[in-house]
């Protein structure tokens, strides 16, 4: 009974509101829907219809038949055994690089343009970091038949090449986003222009849990699926469905939020969001945006961003496209604050050498993000025994150009 | 009385003028500023510059980063504007984003505006909710009018609701756009140029985004209380000596 649970069920009070977002659109002090009045009518439209939609009895039934037959789903929970053995505890990975179109980006996407035809639009736009969000959306649109622009940093169009030729072969216009560092900050300010001038028939279709409410909370519903078919495996797999741990990557943090979601609560599972360090925090080349970041308002919410003294956004830099970002989901910036989540950073070094990992003991390439995660299992202390769930979020098909460079293969 | 409401009071046809602070050199803030009262600019609205300002077109991202990268910040713009008031009797409003008044602290940057004899602000980003609950009763304590957007997709009922939380005057963008595009008055921008003149509301009207030549101006003048130019001006002053830049453009609205 997959989709009884997934549903935000705002009838039925959930037994803890502490990390969810309130009617103001606000996890404790972060959140909101910092716009242009340009984009009011647009967000607000979606504000007051999304959960709705999304409680509706026939979306749920075709978003989880899509989930099911199209992309895949359930995703595998993997014991993996030579992991297990090396650190001396259960770990389990989250199969979600085994998701069509190779990340949980799709999870996303599905719901959004399922959401989309709802209220009735003809034009669908997003931004891409690593093109995995890219590629998913170009995806759905190719599958519902509506027109998509994506824009994408000049800097990421040239680091993932695979990911802008699928995205072409899929329809999608990639249209490349020339400001800033010219990565994924910038990709998304172009998108929210288009959106500006745009104001009738297009969609926004937000990759992460970032972005004006409701897309914060709306992306973490969709992307829940995660959490909730790990509890069941875990409860199948291990008796219990509380690990100890739970690890994912973040960028924006749709795959940890998605993660976390059905965790938040479970106080006595240990929530580990893992940051890239990039050079290094210090090293002026980082995007540990906790570590780094201060309070400030990017892309439409309050959050924790890395900017100056003066309210400039610090230009990111990570070796994964899909990390490089300044800012996290207000969400995160909660949970974080609160001290419910642990933030943690791995550098690009780190990440690459557990990526190689990973593919010689377990026989799966990960996406460099999702290696993130993965590098952070080195640095733990287990007594032995515990259960830990990783996110796999995404493969490393589009990073094997990255991984062949650095490792001379 | 602010400075603001007195010109409304008196005049009709008012330009306004936008740029952004500190371009294209960081010490022009004030010397523009002056130009243009001299050459008979209405109004002043100065941009602080931000990093990622998605309300705006290539032309004003670019004076933006070129700006920043020279070395403004807001501290700095305070400093330039402190004698502002010994050459400048015009209207001026700031206008930028959200994050940096939030990094300058809202009271403290309230207070600077009161020092240095800014009248108002645009803060496109700033939510109205946000404005009413956190920042309205400092503006309104440094007698600092906050300025609102509206476009043609702004609900009336909104807008009403705009007309009672302001005191200077309502920006009325000619379509919802990043600043920069062209003006093209159509049969739906008039009716929709009309229609908020017929809600007769309490405060003034100007037109912006989009305004570039006199036809344009003075067609947005038979709607409003007069409109204000960005873009035109900014790349006016791109190179070349600033004072002829300054009062060359304004020669072709004070024809
Ligand atoms: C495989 C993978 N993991 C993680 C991310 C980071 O995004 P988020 O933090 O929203 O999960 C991306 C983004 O492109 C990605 O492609």
């Not at chain 1, 037994?15 to 009011?40: H, Q, R, S, T, W």
């Amino acid at each position: 009974m997959l989709f009884i649970t997934l549903g935000f069920n705002q009838g039925k009070k959930e037994k803890n509101m502490k990390y969810k977002v309130n009617e103001k659109g606000y996890y404790g002090d972060f959140g909101g829907a910092y716009i242009p009045e340009m984009l009011y009518p647009n967000v607000e439209e979606l504000r007051q219809n999304y959960l709705k939609i999304i409680d509706d009895a026939d979306f749920q039934k075709e978003f989880h038949q899509l989930l099911k037959d199209y992309v895949g789903r359930p995703s595998p929970l993997y014991l993996a055994k030579r992991y297990s053995e090396r650190y001396g505890a259960n770990i389990f990975l989250k199969r979600e690089d085994l998701n069509h179109t190779g990340a949980h980006k799709i999870n996303n996407t599905i719901g959004q343009i399922l959401l989309a035809e709802k209220l009735g639009k003809k034009r669908i736009i997003a931004e891409t970091g690593a093109g995995q969000h890219g590629v998913a959306t170009a995806t759905v649109c190719a599958l519902r038949n509506l027109e998509c622009v994506i824009y994408m940093g000049e800097v990421d169009i040239e680091r993932q090449a695979p990911n802008v030729a699928r995205m072409k072969m899929l329809g999608a216009k990639v249209v490349p986003a020339s400001s800033g560092s010219k990565t994924l900050k910038d990709a998304t300010n172009e998108a929210m222009r288009d959106w500006i001038n745009n104001p009738v028939d297009t969609h926004y279709i937000i990759g992460s849990v970032v972005g004006p409410h409701p897309y914060p909370d709306m992306v973490a519903i969709f992307q829940s699926i995660i959490s909730e078919e790990t509890k069941k495996q875990l409860l199948e797999q291990t008796g219990s469905d509380q690990p100890d741990y739970v690890l994912a990557c973040v960028g924006g943090g749709s795959n940890a939020m998605g993660m976390f979601y059905h965790f938040m609560d479970d106080e006595n599972v240990k929530l580990i969001a893992v940051e890239a360090a990039g050079k290094g925090v210090s090293s002026g080349f980082s995007a540990a945006t906790t570590y780094l970041g201060k309070e400030g308002v990017l892309h439409g919410s309050r959050s924790i961003l890395m900017q100056t003294e003066d309210g400039q956004v610090v230009e990111p830099h990570s070796v994964s496209a899909g990390l490089d970002y300044p800012g996290i989901g207000p969400q995160h910036a909660h949970l974080f604050k609160t001290g419910r989540g642990q933030y943690v950073s791995i550098t690009d070094e780190e990440s690459l050498h557990a990526g190689l990992l990973c593919t010689q003991l377990e026989g799966i390439i990960p996406a460099i993000e999702s290696a993130h995660a993965l590098a952070y299992l080195e640095k733990m202390e287990f007594k032995g025994g515990e259960n830990v769930v990783v996110c796999l979020s995404g493969r490393g098909d589009k990073d094997l150009d990255t991984y062949i460079k650095y490792f001379n293969l | 009385m602010n400075r603001i409401k007195q010109l409304f009071e008196e005049k009709k046809n008012i330009l306004s003028i936008y740029y952004t602070a500190g371009y294209p050199n960081t010490g022009d803030t004030i010397q523009i500023a002056e130009a243009l009262e001299k050459s008979g600019a209405d109004m002043l609205e100065i941009g602080f510059p931000y990093s990622d300002p998605v309300a705006d077109g290539p032309v004003i991202q670019a004076s933006s980063k070129q700006s920043l990268d020279q070395g403004m910040t807001l501290k700095l713009l305070f400093e330039q504007l402190k004698d502002l008031r010994k050459t400048v009797t015009i209207p001026v409003l700031l206008m930028g984003y959200v994050n940096p008044v939030l990094q300058f602290g809202v009271e403290k940057f309230c207070e600077a505006c009161a020092e240095v004899g800014v009248d108002g602000c645009i803060v496109p980003d700033l939510p109205m909710v946000e404005y009413e609950e956190f920042y309205k009763d400092c503006f309104g304590k440094h007698n600092l009018s906050n300025v609102f957007l509206i476009t043609p997709q702004t609900a009336e009922e909104r807008i009403h609701k705009i007309d009672g939380l302001t005191n200077g005057f309502i920006y009325l963008l000619s379509s919802s756009a990043t600043t920069g595009k062209n003006l093209e008055v159509g049969n739906t921008t008039e009716a929709y140029f009309s229609r908020i003149k017929n809600l007769n509301l309490k405060n003034p009207t100007m037109i912006g985004f989009g305004i570039s030549d006199k036809q344009t101006f003075d067609k947005a003048c038979s709607y409003a209380n007069g409109a204000i130019i960005g873009t035109a001006f900014v790349k006016a002053i791109a190179d070349g000596n600033l004072e002829e830049s300054v009062s060359n453009f304004m020669k072709k609205f004070k024809a």
